[in-house]
């Protein structure tokens, strides 16, 4: 079946740094992608989302980039702040999914001061 | 406006013993959905209702049913109880609308089976 990757585990940075996640997908014909920020103890909350027709998103501090050629998404966080800190996970939509998601298994991301 | 909600947060049962997973979301969404998260794992679907009156199996149906109650309610039920069903089981909602798939997650029941 279809399954979401992420190239990094873990991943440390600096307070103040930019931070990039990556996130490898393997379904070319998937059409929605989105990004989850899962703090410790809670449930998985929405960052950003992205349509298959769109290279790159924003919003606030964050940006989500897709590349199609290669299959993959990253989530990129400006000058990240210790509530940063948390495990992120990327989800596609495919073809056969309606409205399913499959999830990635996460990267944990660590803010250093 | 409290989302998704679930009950109860915490729960440890035998071997062999069923229980309960309750959901709730008032956003009036058609779909639901039943997840389960192991240590250093991703979401894995158990279930999901796509509306009320239907459900389908996701990933890891084995050992779980579910019952769409009525528009709001989702539950989870465990017959027999075996340790590897200790997990974090999380429930979301959501409804397609201006292009967004996007999913609610309640806060998660955490369950231990001994």
């Known amino acids: 079946g279809e399954s979401v990757g992420l190239h990094l585990p873990t991943l440390s940075v600096q307070e103040g740094d930019n931070s990039i996640i990556n996130c490898a997908y393997s379904?070319?014909?998937?059409?929605?992608f989105i990004w989850y920020k899962q703090e410790s103890g809670k449930g998985p909350q929405f960052i950003i989302d992205i349509r298959s027709n769109m290279d790159k998103r924003q919003g606030q501090r964050v940006t989500v980039l897709l590349n199609k050629t290669v299959k993959h998404l990253s989530l990129q966080i400006a000058a990240t702040q210790p509530g940063d800190s948390a495990v992120y996970f990327c989800?596609?939509?495919?073809?056969?999914?309606?409205?399913?998601?499959?999830f990635g298994q996460g990267t944990r991301l660590t803010i250093n001061p | 406006n409290a989302g998704v909600t679930q009950t109860p947060k915490f729960q440890v049962l035998k071997t062999g013993q069923s229980m309960t997973l309750q959901c709730a979301q008032d956003?009036?969404?058609?779909?639901m959905y039943w997840y389960r998260q192991d240590p250093g794992m991703g979401l894995r679907l158990i279930y999901y209702s796509a509306s009320e009156g239907t459900t389908d199996k996701g990933e890891v149906p084995n050992g779980y049913n579910v019952s769409r109650l009525n528009k709001r309610e989702f539950s989870l039920r465990l017959e027999s109880a075996a340790p590897s069903q200790t997990s974090v089981y999380f429930c979301a909602s959501s409804e397609w609308q201006g292009g967004s798939y996007e999913q609610y997650f309640g806060p998660g029941t955490r369950l231990t089976v001994t």
């Open positions: 956003m009036n969404h058609n779909s």
């Open positions: 379904n070319s014909a998937s059409d929605y």
């Open positions: 989800a596609e939509r495919t073809p056969q999914g309606a409205q399913k998601l499959v």
